[in-house]
């Protein structure tokens, strides 16, 4: 062996000590061992010695699998056969010095094959005979009916996880934090393969719902906030924990996806062999009569998947316009305002393009509402592509499919008016608990007396200090006298009155709105959130440990202000708390305008502008010669798009320009980084913009010099007042010879070099943009 250091090759060394346990190096040399019994299974088979089994009478033959030393070998359950078998193996062993332990070994045969035989096959083979393969790669073998017996295995390790007597010391958040962990890994493999009994996800949801509100058997803990709650996402109000009948079939529906679209792999061809029956796409994914369980729990999973999937158009001849699904999330058909003419129901989408790759919108403008008519106009189709349709998923933005975007299919609701505020609270630089606790009072579900009181467990709803005034959260967190005393000398005066006047739910949302930072160094929102979480434990020890035991209101008031100061510079400081902050990015002044190309260079400056994204879209642009001469120009109205694609838009009708014009030396200037990335990296076939990108590929393929540089909004003010004035235009792209009327005064400017100061990024070139020449 040689070692390559720094660049150059060691003297020789030859290895005397072996592989020591647990080196990185030990998994790759076992697998290039155990090659080497694959090669001779393989050449067995290819002698006719070994015979494969089938799952189908035209399938692909079955001779092993291997995961590390993992060892699965299937064969023909004949005497003949057991002889091949060994052999193969003992000629391994003998070249490799490894040992087959046959004791800890099983033989599974076939409930068809007479018993006694299976026995003499078991004895020959010197392997004990099972009735079940047990365990692989730690998922149980299914033979026979699945019932809830068969996870309780599973049940048992979550509860020993989540044990009640564990969730006694712990505070809410750190009890939220566990049960996260813990229902996100250790049900995650199976999840993938098996639908659980819905009996087996409620059991393992009360477990999480118990640890989480520290109930124990026989002691009931109040349940602050509802079970559908929880399971929302964060930013909806939620704690971020998972509904695990949900979670389970997003992660089928995983499987189900790569069945789909991983058609070389060995496990999908199998599962298509025996289950496919000739259909293809989504058709595939369906209930059998009889069929294994794993299949059974994949087409479980087959609404979701057509609920998400659509189809990317590239010629548009294997997708039905209105009966598949591909511009919207459903078929065009369920929207259309009128019957669909019996004669073009079943047409593809091809039939209502052009040979040139246009809109024939005479054949369905009629059909549709608007608002689906200006998407379909945005949308590319390419005739010159050599690809057919392909399938994508729609609930990501990469058209990528993730258990994490399907499960949020699963979980669609309505707009929640709280979304900034949710978001807010879990930004918030402070401990978890903290945010725990804001996320609670949000709901208004903190235990006051109040709420003791309405659920009748307590005698009245009085405030323990007070006595009299019904214990709120309001009153606690802002007019019990310590909060009080607290607020009157924090609050600035002009805003005393609306502070101190507002109701409960406006209270807390106006103050969680505050992110201006003040003489604290910090938000308000933050000292706010500190302050009303420091304001509950005081009157939380009021109440437990007695009026000696809590702070005086100055003296709360004190450590209010030095826990806030504490937590503050700890947050602040990377190396007491790294990961908890990214570092800010170093910005500089720099003077951004636009920079005339070299001479004998063209420059072509391009932007997308979108209203609402998406919405109503259009692209503009215009070419200029090394003295700032305007050459030509465009605007383009593409219908309803993201202002992503309406940056592609102005990049293909720009490059459609400038070699229509001759312009062999060309620079392209683009505001947009996503859209010159999307061009310039190589890019996923499922992406939803794959048909336009390629497009745009191919046209700066052509025989001509073009560089592609990014630049910001103030050197690229031309395109930016086109693409704005783009929708006053009619659908379509439009050539300008000369510049629009009010454009003058910025192409003066950027012929006279006129810059405007912007803060940005520092980097290595900060003065010069990057280019890339294609």
Same mark, same amino acid.
């Given at each position: ?9 060691? %003297? ?42 089938? =799952?189908?009478?035209?399938? =692909?033959?079955?001779? #092993? ?7 699965? /070998? ?49 004895? +020959? ?15 149980? @073998? ?17 509860? +020993? ?71 929302? &996402? ?5 704690? !971020? ?27 999908? +061809? ?103 008519? %200006? ?12 690809? !057919? ?24 609701? @309505? ?58 959260? $309001? #009153?606690? *967190? ?5 909060? *009080? ?26 103050? /969680? ?39 005086? &209101?100055?003296?709360?008031? #004190? ?16 190396? $007491? ?67 992503? /694609?309406?940056? $592609? ?30 061009? %310039? ?42 693409? +704005? #004035? ?21 192409? /003066? ?26």
């Amino acid at each position: 062996m040689r070692i390559l250091w720094n660049g150059k090759l060691s %003297q020789s060394i030859t290895p005397t000590r072996g592989v020591r346990q647990g080196d990185p190096l030990s998994p790759y040399l076992f697998v290039l061992c155990m090659e080497r019994l694959s090669h001779k299974i393989d050449e067995a088979c290819l002698s006719k010695k070994w015979k494969p089994i089938h =799952l189908t009478k035209e399938g =692909l033959p079955l001779t #092993h699998l291997f995961f590390a030393d993992d060892l699965l /070998l299937f064969a023909e359950a004949e005497s003949r056969q057991i002889k091949v078998v060994k052999e193969c193996l003992d000629d391994f062993c003998y070249s490799s010095g490894q040992r087959v332990n046959y004791n800890k070994s099983i033989m599974y045969i076939s409930s068809n094959v007479d018993r006694a035989k299976a026995s003499l096959l078991s004895r +020959k083979a010197g392997i004990p005979l099972k009735q079940e393969l047990g365990k692989y790669l730690g998922i149980d @073998t299914i033979h026979g009916r699945v019932t809830k017996g068969r996870y309780q295995g599973l049940i048992l390790r979550i509860q +020993k996880k989540l044990a009640p007597r564990k969730a006694r010391r712990l505070s809410l958040a750190a009890r939220l934090t566990i049960a996260r962990s813990v229902t996100s890994s250790l049900p995650t493999y199976t999840m993938s393969t098996e639908l659980i009994p819905s009996g087996v996800c409620k059991n393992i949801d009360k477990i999480n719902r118990d640890f989480i509100w520290g109930e124990e058997e026989e002691k009931y803990k109040m349940h602050l906030v509802a079970w559908d709650k929880m399971v929302l &996402p964060k930013k909806q109000g939620g704690a !971020g924990l998972r509904s695990l009948r949900q979670a389970n079939l997003a992660m089928l529906a995983k499987g189900g996806w790569r069945i789909l679209k991983e058609k070389d792999s060995l496990w999908t +061809k199998v599962m298509r062999e025996k289950y496919g029956r000739g259909q293809e796409d989504l058709n595939i994914i369906r209930p059998i009569q009889g069929s294994s369980f794993t299949w059974n729990s994949f087409s479980r999973a087959a609404n979701l998947l057509r609920k998400g999937c659509a189809w990317n158009i590239k010629k548009g001849k294997h997708t039905k316009f209105w009966l598949d699904v591909w511009i919207l999330q459903v078929p065009l058909i369920d929207v259309a305002v009128s019957t669909i003419p019996s004669d073009i129901e079943g047409a593809v989408v091809a039939d209502f393009v052009t040979q040139e790759g246009t809109w024939r919108t005479e054949l369905f403008s009629d059909l549709l509402p608007q608002d689906v008519l %200006q998407k379909i106009l945005s949308t590319a189709v390419d005739n010159l592509s050599t690809e !057919g349709d392909t399938m994508f998923w729609s609930a990501s933005s990469d058209g990528k499919f993730s258990a994490k975007s399907a499960y949020s299919l699963l979980n669609q609701h @309505t707009a929640d008016p709280d979304e900034k505020h949710w978001k807010t609270i879990w930004q918030l630089p402070v401990p978890e608990r903290v945010r725990n606790f804001m996320w609670v009072t949000l709901l208004g579900k903190i235990v006051t007396n109040l709420l003791r009181f309405s659920r009748k467990l307590a005698p009245n709803s009085d405030c323990v200090r007070c006595q009299g005034q019904p214990e709120s959260i $309001l #009153h606690i *967190l802002r007019d019990c006298p310590p909060a *009080l005393f607290f607020w009157t000398r924090h609050v600035p005066g002009p805003k005393q009155h609306t502070f101190f006047s507002a109701d409960q739910h406006s209270w807390l949302r106006a103050n /969680l709105a505050h992110t201006d930072i003040g003489s604290l160094g910090m938000s308000w929102a933050t000292f706010f959130s500190v302050a009303v979480w420091c304001l509950w434990k005081n009157r939380c020890t009021f109440v437990f440990k007695g009026a000696s035991a809590a702070l005086s &209101p100055p003296t709360l008031a #004190h450590s209010i202000v030095a826990k806030a100061k504490l937590w503050h510079q700890a947050w602040e400081a990377p190396t $007491l708390l790294p990961n908890n902050r990214v570092q800010p990015a170093t910005r500089v002044l720099a003077s951004i305008g636009w920079n005339a190309p070299p001479a004998g260079w063209f420059s072509l400056n391009i932007d997308g502008a979108s209203c609402g994204n998406p919405g109503p879209a259009g692209t503009g642009g215009c070419i200029r010669d090394s003295s700032g001469k305007w050459i030509t120009g465009f605007v383009g109205n593409i219908g309803s798009a993201t202002a992503a /694609l309406a940056e $592609l838009w102005a990049f293909f009708h720009g490059l459609e320009i400038a070699w229509t014009r001759g312009c062999r030396v060309l620079r392209i200037e683009s505001d947009s980084k996503l859209a010159i990335e999307l061009i %310039q990296n190589r890019h996923d076939q499922v992406h939803p913009y794959s048909t336009l990108i390629s497009a745009i590929r191919r046209k700066l393929s052509q025989n001509w010099l073009v560089s592609i540089t990014h630049t910001y909004r103030e050197g690229n003010r031309v395109a930016d007042w086109l693409s +704005k #004035h783009s929708l006053v235009y009619p659908y379509g792209m439009h050539e300008l010879a000369n510049p629009p009327q009010g454009l003058g005064n910025i192409l /003066l400017e950027d012929s006279m070099g006129i810059t405007f100061e912007r803060r940005i990024v520092a980097t290595s070139s900060t003065s010069s943009p990057s280019s890339t020449p294609m």
